[in-house]
């Protein structure tokens, strides 16, 4: 389940990166909160294959 989530999460963005360069900037704002809640998302799907095992 973690896994197919990560792949969409790279597909969403190779499709940011194929929009129109506008769009880009407005979204390059949202960079960061991005790249923290997709880290966020690992961190915990780690923590509980750990619990699990």
Known sequence: MAYKRW??????????????????KTEGMNWPSSILVSTIIVIISVVVRLMYL
């Open 7 to 24: 792949v969409a999460q790279e597909n969403g963005w190779k499709d940011r990166e194929d929009k129109t360069t506008p769009e880009l």
